[in-house]
């Protein structure tokens, strides 16, 4: 029997954006970028004129109308392709998840973000902060109000994805003024020509290079108050607009780790049909301790595609979960992010010495894998989500 083609567990039908040519240019360009330690000005510019910017924009608003599960299977062939850059634009897809997830729930409040995707405006994630584990439900920024129902921000953010290419950055602070007996977070959005604020040229990692993803020291950086979305008091909430960001970064970001995992294994497969044994004269797929390492690892890439699929179609049809969301997604994203790792890791085993190399494409791989343990919600925090929803909050 002819021995079958490298099918990735990704089987479901959907709609695409992206075409071979344009992923086939931007895989050309991932080395590139990698070893230069540069933004991806170039993939920008043709993920913007596919109108890839727009995948989760309802069509009526200008957009191609896919739905997060579809997006979710399109950001996995672009990581397949270029991590970086597709980490980079996940955050992009983030926003407009969450303006998706309000404008299907009848929430018209972000419609406006989704007109400007539409037209090609790039939009940036700020809401990582050094030592902040409470990520979403508290922050170290100060948002300080100007007195019309807007607001300015002052603070340090971090893995600022997108640092060089954002036209719009949404951040979050805490306001402690207005109302000292009741701190309230301020979720707004502001702009890259509004000025107040400082990206840091301090990007210099062992993997995801291309995302350039900069600290942002914000000082005066102002959101009118047409553009701040939220005051929410701090702690759990099941705002639709905390829930829209929680669930659209952890599917998607689940997504890209899967792309990177599915494309670690298709190499490994290549790799191991075309290297020869001295000591068998045969090549290394005929090798039974390689065929079942690579047999492993696919196992367990085969279980992550159906709770992608799941959580993200659930989500598409406005299934109501409540918090149980929050477990839901935080556990497709750590299992995804660390069987993408096992996978890799596999992968190399398979491959051999040659993906030490820093020309090896597994190699970069191997580097840019790693940086799904850094992501919210990690290993930690998901612990924590899943015991506080079988046992309830600790004590005092």
Do not use: C
Not at 42 to 62: H, M, Q, T
Not at 127 to 137: H, I, K, P, T, W
Request: no cysteine; glycine share 10%; hydrophobic share 40%.
């Amino acid at each position: 029997m002819a021995a079958e083609l490298f099918v990735p567990a990704a089987a479901l039908p959907t709609r695409t954006l992206l075409d071979d040519d344009l992923l086939a240019a931007i895989r050309g360009r991932a080395a590139v970028h990698d070893r230069e330690n540069d933004f991806f000005d170039d993939d920008l510019a043709d993920l913007r004129a596919s109108g890839y910017l727009g995948a989760l924009v309802p069509a009526e608003l200008g957009g191609a109308g896919l739905g997060l599960r579809e997006t979710a299977h399109e950001q996995a062939r672009l990581a397949g392709a270029a991590p970086a850059t597709a980490l980079a634009v996940n955050m992009h897809h983030v926003w407009v998840g969450v303006a998706r997830h309000l404008h299907d729930r009848g929430d018209a409040s972000m419609d406006w973000l989704l007109e400007e995707a539409a037209a090609g405006e790039v939009f940036g994630f700020g809401y990582s902060e050094a030592g902040n584990d409470l990520v979403l439900l508290g922050s170290r920024t100060e948002a300080r109000p100007d007195g019309a129902g807007g607001y300015t921000f002052h603070g340090r953010k971090i893995f600022t994805s997108n640092s060089p290419g954002w036209t719009r950055l949404g951040v979050m602070g805490l306001d402690s003024t207005t109302d000292p007996e009741n701190p309230v977070i301020v979720h707004a959005f502001v702009t890259r020509d509004g000025g107040g604020f400082e990206i840091l040229d301090d990007w210099d990692t062992i993997g995801m290079r291309a995302s350039q993803s900069r600290t942002t020291v914000l000082d005066g950086a102002h959101a009118p108050a047409e553009r701040v979305m939220r005051t929410i008091a701090p702690g759990p909430s099941l705002d639709p607009y905390v829930l829209g960001i929680f669930t659209s970064f952890e599917v998607l970001l689940a997504s890209v780790y899967a792309g990177i995992a599915d494309r670690a294994l298709q190499l490994a497969v290549e790799t191991v049909r075309t290297r020869t044994s001295m000591k068998t004269g045969k090549a290394y797929s005929q090798d039974p301790d390689i065929r079942w390492r690579l047999a492993s690892a696919a196992l367990a890439q085969d279980g992550v595609w159906p709770q992608i699929d799941q959580v993200a179609g659930q989500i598409d049809a406005g299934v109501d979960r409540g918090a149980g969301w929050f477990r839901a997604t935080a556990g497709v994203k750590v299992r995804a992010t660390e069987t993408a790792r096992y996978v890799v890791d596999e992968a190399i085993r398979a491959s051999g010495g040659s993906t030490y190399f820093n020309r090896s494409e597994l190699g970069r791989l191997y580097r840019d894998v790693l940086a799904g343990i850094f992501h919210p919600s990690d290993d930690e925090s998901a612990h924590s989500t899943v015991a506080q929803s079988l046992l309830g909050p600790l004590e005092d």
